[in-house]
């Protein structure tokens, strides 16, 4: 069983910055590839980013590349996804993820790919 909290969301203003948490309880949390999520109000769940165990690899929605950064800490079994440059449409609750079957690839964008998730942490950028 893997427990995600999610933590560090909250409401800025467009240009802003925050940065969101998601630790992860289980002793092997270096083989889990990691994604986060976001689901604004009526719409579907929405890929942001992905990263492998190792940390070496990483995937970005087009929308957010060169805005975040997506980053693990094994030793802390955390991951972080950095968020620069907030814009009103980056509103949404975000989810922290964990894959527990081996393997990295563009299937990582699929929320199908995860096999648990976080409780979500709101997210809201004033313009």
């Known amino acids: 069983q893997v427990q995600l909290v999610e933590s560090g969301g909250g409401l800025v203003q467009a240009g802003g910055s925050l940065r969101l948490s998601c630790a992860a309880s289980g002793r092997t949390f270096s083989s889990y590839g990691m994604g986060w999520f976001r689901q604004a109000p009526g719409k579907e769940r929405e890929f942001v980013a992905a990263?492998?165990?190792?940390?070496?690899?990483?995937y970005y929605v087009d929308s957010v590349k060169d805005r975040f950064t997506i980053s693990r800490d094994n030793a802390k079994n955390t991951v972080l996804l950095q968020m620069n440059s907030l814009k009103p449409e980056d509103t949404a609750v975000y989810y922290c993820?964990?894959?527990?079957?081996?393997?990295?690839?563009?299937?990582?964008?699929?929320?199908?790919?995860?096999?648990?998730w976080g409780q979500g942490t709101q997210v809201t950028v004033s313009s």
């Open positions: 990263i492998s165990g190792s940390g070496g690899s990483t």
């Open positions: 993820a964990a894959r527990l079957r081996a393997g990295w690839g563009p299937f990582m964008r699929s929320h199908n790919s995860y096999h648990y």
